[in-house]
């Protein structure tokens, strides 16, 4: 998620002048900090949620106050509580029902408060959850709400999983496509089911995200149409395919890097090993 903020996240949530926000899915806080950046500057309050995040919750809550409102667990067990907020960015559990779910919970929270949908950032919605279920714990998800899932790789192109394939040790569903699987099938059920309708702008690229403004939102915030029409201009599309390669640059030099240290690591290994079976000659001096 964190990827997607300066260029498309943070000015949007400018525009809809969104103080209320929260997070699902916070992990090692990378988006949780720059949401609190944000929080002191608008006064506002950041909710996150995580059943297990990376960091140390309790000393981000003293140094950020009120502005950080933790809670630990799962979305669905602590939305209700919760309540209304303006803004909504989800990268939690990748699955249909999860994300189903929760954008009906976001919902009725809202219409509980008489407030209008919130402003909704989903990532996840390209490959390769965009059309496929993964679950953290699939002993969480009721059984009619999960596909059949198997800890194996997944291949762009390739429904079955396998090896070799990218994110072997998750449970992803063993096939691709098809009703109620994967994050962007979830997201378009709830907009074809919800009564207002709802503009989605999908940016592709680094597992894509998908932004959800409901036509009362909109109507809401003055400067939200033309920051959602930024988000599909050429120019904002042409600086996200230079970020875009420049990760994927990124990643190919860590990669290399990688594999010339454990190269290195492999080659003094065998040194070491080689001195330890190779006897000195007779007479040579020893150190
Ligand atoms: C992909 S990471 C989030 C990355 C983060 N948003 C960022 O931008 O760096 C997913 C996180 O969701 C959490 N998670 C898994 N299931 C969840 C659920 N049902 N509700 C909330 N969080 C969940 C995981 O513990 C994990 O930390």
Known sequence: MHPFWDL???????????????????????TTGRLLDRAQRTGGTVHSVDPAPQF???????????????????????????????AALIDGDH????????LVALAESAAAAGE???????????????????????????????QDAARAGIMPGRSELGSPGINAGLWNAT?????RNGVRTAVEDFVAGYGVPCDVVIIEGLHGLAVVCSDER???????????????????????????ERWRIDADIARRRAEAERDAAAARLQRLEGSLLDPPEPGRDQA
């Open 218 to 244: 909109r109507e809401a915030a003055p400067g939200l149409s033309g920051a959602i029409a930024r988000l599909r201009s050429p120019e904002l599309l042409t600086e996200w395919s230079a970020r875009v």
């Open 175 to 179: 096939h691709e496509g098809g009703s």
């Open 95 to 102: 699955n249909w029902y999860t994300v189903h779910s929760e």
């Open 8 to 30: 498309a996240i943070e000015p949007t949530l400018d525009a809809a002048e969104a103080t209320e926000v929260l997070e699902i899915g916070a992990e090692a806080g990378k």
């Open 56 to 86: 140390d919750v309790a000393r981000v809550a003293l140094a950020r106050g009120e502005r950080f409102a933790f809670h630990r667990g799962r979305s669905l067990e602590v939305l209700a509580d919760i309540g209304a907020v303006d």
């Open 116 to 146: 209008p949908l919130p402003l909704l950032f989903i990532h996840d919605v390209g490959w390769p959850y965009g059309r496929r279920d993964m679950y953290y714990d699939p002993a969480s998800i009721p059984d009619e709400g999960r």
